[in-house]
Every structure is written in structure tokens, then in C-alpha cells.
């Protein structure tokens, strides 16, 4: 990898990779959660995580190039967290606020690599990549909010 344009198509494909993974995951958030306000509030990001898979495949249109068959291993490794945790048989309560957790955590990462791709694109001149991705931010971050607010009351 030689380029800033290089590190940006890997940083596209892997958090293309990363809301392919959490359309998957927040579908099992939102069945395993008993709350149903936090049920909704995974489904209803669950339908927006599609939206944000359909904007990163404009992007790569925009850009002339082709997704690359990646692994997102920052995400599919909380999933593996996920999962081993719940075969430790914890009570209905104790799944929802470990599922609060979860959303977090893999709002934060998305945070993260949308806040840092935005950067790349704006020096890139990207200007239409960037807004697509700052589509995709502005959701992550409600997202965010919205658990944060489950996590300061009981679960
Ligand atoms: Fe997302
Ligand atoms: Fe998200």
C-alpha cells in the first residue's frame, strides 16, 4: 500500500465488511433484548445499517472501483464476544444492558473510521464521498446517543 488513495479503499471496504456484519448482528441484538424500546431502537438501527451498506456501495461507484472481499475483524470480533457471553446463561437483564454495551461499542468503531475516511476524502477532494459518508455519521452518532441514554437507566 503506497497511497492515501490505497488507504482509503481499505478503510472503505472494511467498514463496508464491518455494517455488513451488524445488519446481522443488530438483528440478533434486537431478538435477544427483552426491553422493547430496545428492541426498536436495534431494529430500527438494523434498517438504517442497510441504508449505510447502500451508500458505501455508491461510494465505490463514485470512485470507479469495486468492493474487495474483506474481513472487518475490529467488528466480527465483538461479535464473537457477543455470542460467548451469551452461553454463559445470564439473566434477561443482564442480556440487555450487555447488549446496550455491544451497540456502543460498535458505534464507536463506526464513529471512528467515518470521522477518519471523512478526513482522507475532504484532503482527497472527494466531496461527494464525503457527504455520503457524513450521511452515514450523522446516524451512527444518534445511534450512539440513543443507547447511551439505555445504558444510564436500568436495563
Ligand atoms: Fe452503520
Ligand atoms: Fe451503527
Not at 27 to 45: C, I, M, N, P, V
Not at 60 to 87: D, H, M, S
Not at 131 to 136: A, F, P, S
Amino acid at each position: 500500500m503506497q497511497t492515501l488513495h490505497e488507504l482509503f479503499l481499505h478503510g472503505l471496504n472494511d467498514i463496508l465488511d464491518a455494517e455488513q456484519q451488524l445488519v446481522i448482528a443488530l438483528q440478533g441484538l434486537a431478538s435477544d433484548s427483552s426491553r422493547e424500546d430496545l428492541k426498536k431502537a436495534f431494529e430500527s438501527h438494523r434498517i438504517e445499517t442497510e441504508g449505510h451498506v447502500r451508500r458505501l456501495h455508491q461510494c465505490f461507484e463514485l470512485l470507479g472501483e469495486r468492493p474487495r472481499n474483506t474481513e472487518c475483524r475490529g467488528i466480527r470480533t465483538l461479535i464473537v464476544e457477543t455470542k460467548a457471553f451469551r452461553q454463559e446463561g445470564p439473566a434477561e437483564g443482564v442480556i440487555n444492558a450487555f447488549n446496550v454495551g455491544v451497540g456502543i461499542k460498535s458505534e464507536t468503531y463506526e464513529i471512528r473510521e467515518y470521522e477518519s475516511l471523512i478526513d482522507m476524502a475532504a484532503e482527497m477532494k472527494l466531496t461527494d464521498v464525503a457527504k455520503l459518508l457524513t450521511e452515514n455519521l450523522r446516524e451512527e452518532r444518534t445511534a450512539l446517543k440513543k443507547l447511551v441514554g439505555f445504558s444510564q437507566v436500568n436495563c
